[in-house]
């Protein structure tokens, strides 16, 4: 017994353009870009460090932490999340060693 042959029929418009689906304006995501780089530069400091065992805490990266529930909260897409999160976290890291945040 023999099997049919199927041929693909050739494509009727070989130069059919792609568009790129776009989620948000440029502006939107510049605007998303500037508040969580604010927000991931504000750190509540302490004149005096607080002694937690033999760990001392100089700080505690309280708009990181708000970053992270706004990214969750408004972001719709699991990808665009991680990037926010990775960027929150790298400027939460830099701006700790930087004389920017409340002093306490």
Do not use: C
């Not at 790129?20 to 302490?46: M, P």
């Not at 408004?74 to 930087?98: M, P, T």
Request: no cysteine; glycine share 6%; aromatic share 14%.
């Amino acid at each position: 017994m023999t099997k049919k042959q199927t041929v693909k029929k050739p494509n009727k418009n070989p130069q059919k353009r792609l568009h790129e689906r776009v989620f948000e304006t440029d502006g939107i995501y510049f605007l998303k870009l500037v508040a969580v780089f604010l927000l991931g530069t504000f750190w509540v400091k302490f004149a005096q460090p607080i002694l937690i065992g033999d760990f001392q805490l100089n700080a505690i990266p309280v708009g990181v932490f708000v970053g992270f529930i706004l990214v969750r909260t408004f972001e719709k897409h699991q990808a665009d999340r991680k990037i926010w999160y990775a960027l929150l976290v790298v400027i939460g890291v830099v701006s700790n060693f930087q004389a920017a945040g409340l002093v306490i």
